[in-house]
């Protein structure tokens, strides 16, 4: 798999190739120059913000979650729920929106935990959670083309870290299917056919390829 370094680079670098391509695009489609601006800065951001901070790689300890400091112990249930470079981890589309939303829930919870502790205290406090929430889901409802660009930033960031793992896993088993000599014999091989191309529908698959 590519260490974080690499998958921070190629998250960088691909933000880099997008920004021209995706001004152009708006502006090919005859969008008004400072609504293309803005909507480039989000695509943008939120593809990097995707790719270094909500990591498909959340799944397991990794130097990602240094990056959250104090916040840390948020993903915990998050790495114990979702299995290691499974498909709602390393998907394509869904899992980005998944960390997303799972993120603003952990925050919405924290607050209404706080206000349960204060309150057991002898501090009342107002529902703050519900305020915050209703605040947050307001703005993204009243902002659709804010919301689509940051989906669209969040599932660019999340596609390139799981592409990178797809093709240096599909790339090694490949290796292996045509050049690692079989370990059972060619009517046991040609038996488990199917098998040897797991790889292809789920790339993470620890199944040895077959020769044939």
């Not at 703005?139 to 990178?164: D, K, N, R």
């Not at 191309?197 to 199944?207: A, G, I």
Request: hydrophobic content about 50%.
């Amino acid at each position: 798999m590519p260490n974080t370094p690499t998958h921070d680079f190629l998250t960088v670098a691909t933000s880099l190739v997008m920004t021209p391509a995706i001004f152009s695009i708006l502006r090919t489609a005859e969008v008004v120059q400072s609504s293309a601006v803005i909507v480039t800065t989000v695509i943008v951001v939120a593809h990097n913000v995707s790719g270094m901070l909500f990591s498909p790689d959340l799944d397991l300890d990794s130097r990602i979650h240094k990056r959250w400091g104090i916040l840390l112990f948020i993903w915990k249930p998050y790495k114990w729920c979702i299995p290691h470079r499974h498909f709602w981890s390393h998907g394509l589309v869904i899992p980005p929106i998944l960390r997303l939303g799972y993120f603003f829930g952990m925050i919405i919870m924290l607050i209404f935990a706080s206000e349960v502790i204060a309150r057991t205290f002898g501090f009342p406090l107002p529902d703050y959670h519900q305020s915050v929430a209703k605040s947050i889901i307001d703005w993204f409802v009243g902002h659709p083309v804010i919301t689509l660009s940051t989906a669209l930033g969040f599932i660019t960031g999340g596609a390139v870290h799981s592409i990178a793992d797809w093709l240096v896993t599909g790339g090694k088993h490949l290796i292996h299917m045509l050049f690692v000599p079989p370990r059972q014999p060619a009517r046991v091989a040609r038996k488990s056919y199917p098998g040897s191309m797991m790889w292809l529908f789920n790339p993470f698959s620890h199944v040895r390829p077959d020769h044939f």
